[in-house]
């Protein structure tokens, strides 16, 4: 029963999780997200809404693996990378809940669909999950890239330096 709630009003609830969503970003860059279509104009906004759907759409028939992880990653990429506290970088996913509850507030009241309820909810509770380890790992290659930047710069430095030894050492001779 639930299922078929969520087929019915997906397009509902996915309009409303991305509301909820872009909620976590200032107001004029939430407003550009949720207008300008175009993919090139808009690539945040692009893939957040596609990678939502791919999980809604996950979620009701059964996430596979590799589908859900890329999605998952595709969003908390993108959050990582745009200093979100890690709570708040996976908030999204919690966002869902939210969004359900919106759009089905009246439906969720018999006792068969509020268990199918729960167990959805459990399902959400485990995307979170996966996007936090995500979120850490890509945090980790973040840190990576930053120090083998900061290695390759003290190695140039340390280049120069010596070439300008040697010249100043040539010169005074």
Known sequence: ML???LKKKSSQILDRWLELILETYPADTATLMKNEKDRFMNPVGRTIAEGIKVL???LL???SGEKTSLA???IVRIRCVQDFSPSQAILFVYRLKGAIRDELAADL???RIFQ???VLESKIDDLSLKAFDLYTKCRERICDI???EMKAQR???LKLMARSGTKTMSNDQ
């Open 72 to 74: 998952l990653e595709n």
């Open 61 to 63: 028939l059964g996430m």
């Open 146 to 148: 930053r120090v083998q």
């Open 3 to 5: 299922t078929d709630l």
């Open 155 to 157: 190695d140039q430095a």
């Open 116 to 118: 199918e309820w729960l």
């Open 56 to 58: 809604y759409d996950e």
């Open 109 to 111: 009241q018999g006792d």
